[in-house]
């Protein structure tokens, strides 16, 4: 009898595992006799081909996919200290200055007819005045939360465009602690408006909505409360770096699988590299059109929270 056949108990008193088998009877049930192994020649290429990137994996310069560690760059300044500044301060403190220098150049000098650089600056300020503040909040509301407003919407764009600039290559929105400062700001705006419209019944509108019988009070009151006081920032935050993080990981995965396949793999692997090629573009233009939604998006759902504030239900 073939030791792979025989009985023997399962008490661990036998050189087996605890399935019965041994080491041997297991590679034997794998062993395939080279006499049944028939590939064609295309077949060993491509096997040979999809060895190589498997081992390129491993190697270095080879395929290494984007991970999380992407969006914690080592300091670069005053390392060992509170203030120590890394690519992605860096971005910030660019951006921030960027943007503030752009709208001081626009608005030092404002004339009556204004030329092309105070259009385009007028032309900014008006997509927020005009579409988002005294759309939502009327002229006067509008007028009054502009300032905040304007700030957010071309804060959050320019802290989210440099993901798609070359050389910066990742967004200033893409750690947490940028869009959970922008999100306490808005979180705090509206409730101040809130008490400052409605300073004796903001809060009791807010978790004890009017015309709701009273024992349903026991449900309503804390969703109520998790859905206007917890869930609103942590919803505009996280909602702003999730999109930031995947297009950043999207883009890192496009441009370096580009890179591999043209100057890593082999034979007819090389053409997969302008599809990744094509794919990191396409994406890229996306990116853009996604930066400007968030920044939107974050100025729009401020405006309604501070609207929903200011209703007159409360």
Request: include cysteine; aromatic fraction near 12%; charged fraction near 15%.
């Amino acid at each position: 009898m073939s030791p792979c056949r025989e009985r023997i108990p399962l008490n661990g008193s036998h050189p087996r595992d605890s399935w019965g088998i041994s080491p041997t009877c297991r590679v034997d049930a794998i062993r395939v006799p080279p006499s049944r192994i028939s590939l064609s020649k295309q077949e060993k290429a491509l096997l040979g081909n999809v060895a190589f990137m498997l081992s390129a994996s491993t190697e270095d310069g080879g395929f290494v996919g984007p991970s999380i560690m992407e969006f914690f760059p080592p300091s670069f300044l005053f390392v060992g200290t509170p203030f120590e500044i890394n690519r992605i301060i860096m971005i910030r403190i660019v951006m921030a200055t960027l943007l503030i220098l752009l709208f001081w150049l626009g608005t030092r000098k404002m004339t009556i007819v204004p030329g092309r650089f105070q259009s385009l600056i007028e032309m900014g300020l008006d997509l927020v005045r005009v579409n988002i503040a005294e759309d939502l909040l009327g002229k006067k509301d509008g007028a009054r939360f502009l300032p905040l407003l304007t700030t957010i919407f071309w804060a959050t764009l320019f802290l989210n465009i440099p993901g798609i600039i070359p050389g910066f290559n990742i967004a200033g929105t893409s750690l947490v602690g940028m869009p959970i400062v922008m999100a306490v700001i808005a979180y705090v705006m509206f409730i101040y408006a809130g008490l400052r419209k409605h300073p004796g019944t903001f809060l009791k509108a807010s978790l004890f909505p009017p015309g709701v019988p009273w024992p349903i009070y026991i449900i309503v009151t804390p969703i109520e409360f998790f859905s206007i006081f917890i869930l609103r920032p942590i919803t505009l935050s996280l909602r702003l770096l999730m999109n930031m993080v995947a297009g950043h990981l999207l883009l890192v995965l496009c441009f370096t699988a580009t890179q591999f396949f043209l100057f890593e793999a082999e034979g007819g692997f090389k053409l997969f590299g302008a599809g990744t090629l094509a794919f990191g573009f396409i994406f890229s233009l996306f990116e853009i059109l996604v930066a400007v939604l968030q920044a939107y998006v974050f100025t729009l759902l401020t405006t309604v929270y501070i609207q929903l504030a200011l209703a007159e239900e409360h």
